[in-house]
């Protein structure tokens, strides 16, 4: 297996190359990200069965950022669509966290969401394991 990491600006990312998975982490805290982030995941991943989207984000903060999100990449009419497959929270000990990201943060741990989504094929179904 191949694995490349790319970092780059979701408002003017301009490669044709498509991807098995992407992997985004905490990229919906700002309001204006959510539009720019589920459209570029419909720009990286290949448009084939099996494409995965990755995505960590804080469970806590900006619900509503990933709301609109998860209804931009389902929603009917776009190239590909995102069913949710996989989702369940961590506890990430805040040592793990670089001295920016752990700020002024006091607790031991904090919660992180891992949300992994595929691409679906017809009327494909999946079951949501929850924990």
Known sequence: ???????FDWNTYS??????VVLACDVL???????????IVQKLLKHAPGSCLLLADPPNRTVHNRQRFLGLISAAGKP??????????????VQQLDP?????????????????????VGGDT???KLE
Request: charged content about 25%; aromatic content about 12%.
């Open 29 to 39: 805290y700002e309001d204006s990200a959510v539009e720019p982030v589920a459209a």
């Open 1 to 7: 297996a191949v694995f490349r990491a790319v970092t």
């Open 100 to 120: 920016e990201m752990r700020g002024g943060v006091t607790a031991e741990t904090v919660p992180v969401q891992f949300m992994a989504f595929r691409t679906t």
């Open 15 to 20: 490669s044709k190359e498509h991807y098995d």
């Open 80 to 93: 590909v669509q995102y069913l949710l497959e996989e989702s369940w929270v961590y506890q990430c000990d």
């Open 126 to 128: 999946v079951g949501i």
